[in-house]
């Protein structure tokens, strides 16, 4: 059974910094692009960053040069380092696994999905 959990979120000032984690339990990780979405209430769930097999990412514009997405395949987690935030981080992150081997565009919510962890950002 797949499964994704994210933590790391929290509540944290203008500016600062937080470390989101995403473990993917199941056979799947090793095969798998990972990619965090957020989504505030009213709005529809947009990418933030994703991670392929071979560790080539991607990022939405608003938050290049802030975040950085990384992986361990060793212990079957994804992070997504935030750094500078602001006020319009604040979101639920969800955590996305798909299979890399389909090169499903990034955008496109396919694949299993986690609960989501909180991320406010106080102004």
């Known amino acids: 059974q797949v499964q994704l959990v994210e933590s790391g979120g929290g509540l944290v000032q203008s500016g600062g910094s937080l470390r989101l984690s995403c473990e993917v339990s199941?056979?799947?990780?090793?095969?798998?692009?990972v990619a965090w979405f957020r989504q505030t209430p009213g709005k529809q769930r947009e990418l933030v960053a994703g991670i392929r097999v071979s560790g080539i990412q991607n990022y939405v514009e608003s938050v290049k040069g802030r975040f950085a997405i990384s992986r361990d395949n060793a212990k079957n987690t994804v992070y997504l380092q935030m750094n500078s935030l602001k006020f319009e981080d604040t979101a639920v992150y969800y955590c996305?696994?798909?299979?890399?081997?389909?090169?499903?565009?990034?955008?496109?919510?396919?694949?299993?999905w986690g609960r989501g962890t909180q991320v406010t950002v106080s102004s």
């Open positions: 199941g056979s799947i990780f090793s095969a798998s692009a």
């Open positions: 996305n696994a798909r299979p890399d081997r389909l090169m499903v565009p990034w955008d496109t919510g396919f694949g299993f």
